[in-house]
């Protein structure tokens, strides 16, 4: 059975984002655990097919903050789903700017696909996203840009050798299926 471990980047007991994951990974007959933020430094995250991270209703003011806890993931060889909080941490660990509050975005806004990839199986080219942040994050050099939009523009990104995805947007809300192609990915 392929094992997820979701880490919550909310404060802990805070599981409005992580929630609608796990149950996603639930319903993909895969088995999911969750962790707070602050027990990645002590979980085996090896014994885990995947992990994913989730967002955060604090605010954009945590990236430095949680910084610490995440540095595995420059090293980390599983596959990696980042959404928003994730999104932002993953990119500045890997040399990102955060862009301060210059592409605010919160509602529904439409996304399009700039290259195929198995994360998309499912999706339209352009497709409807639920968007809750006042902060993004510049492109990493070893990244591509996999999907964009008009107010933000690093909306989707991959890491050019390893199954490392982020979003700025929610999948959990309205696209389930990239967590459950996420998901595939992961199976040995």
Known sequence: MTRILIINNAEPGIREFAAPIEQTVKETGAYAEFIEYKDCLTTALDEFDGIILTGSPQGDDIVEHHRPYFEWIKTYEKPVFGICAGHHITGYLYGSTLLRSEE???GDF???ILCEDPIFNGLSPTFEVRQMHNDSVTLPGDFTLLATAETCKNQVMKHKK?????TQFHPEFYNQQMIKNFVALCVR
């Open 110 to 112: 439409i996304v399009k």
């Open 162 to 166: 390893k199954l490392l995805y982020t």
């Open 104 to 106: 605010p975005e919160s």
